[in-house]
């Protein structure tokens, strides 16, 4: 079983920054890519971000692109979200997710085969 824990949601004010993280542990198991979803109320969960854990390429969703940057740590077995520049649209349940082997596409929730709990991200007037 893989557990994907995330951290560091909250509240801020627009224009300011949050950086989420996600730590996975449990069984072994080989990464392929992980990850970073929001769902806010009565909308579809979305793709934000996504990293290549060989490699380190990365992707973003147009909505975020040049204010998020996705990040990890091998060697914590750890993926980051950092986010500056936050608009109220922002305010979401943000989901980690890992996927352990190659698809396609990485902006698609049903390529991944673990989801963690989701944290909040309240951006406020």
């Known amino acids: 079983q893989v557990q994907l824990v995330e951290s560091g949601g909250g509240l801020v004010q627009a224009g300011g920054s949050l950086m989420l993280s996600c730590a996975a542990s449990g069984r072994t198991f080989s990464r392929y890519a992980m990850g970073w979803f929001r769902q806010a109320p009565g909308k579809e969960r979305e793709f934000v971000a996504a990293?290549?854990?060989?490699?380190?390429?990365?992707y973003y969703a147009d909505s975020v692109k040049g204010r998020f940057t996705i990040s990890r740590d091998n060697a914590k077995n750890t993926v980051y979200l950092q986010m500056n520049s936050l608009k109220l649209e922002d305010t979401a349940v943000y989901y980690c997710?890992?996927?352990?082997?190659?698809?396609?596409?990485?902006?698609?929730?049903?390529?991944?085969?673990?989801w963690g709990q989701g944290t909040q991200v309240t951006v406020s007037s």
């Open positions: 997710a890992a996927m352990h082997t190659a698809r396609t596409p990485l902006t698609l929730d049903s390529m991944y085969d673990y």
């Open positions: 990293i290549r854990w060989s490699g380190g390429s990365t």
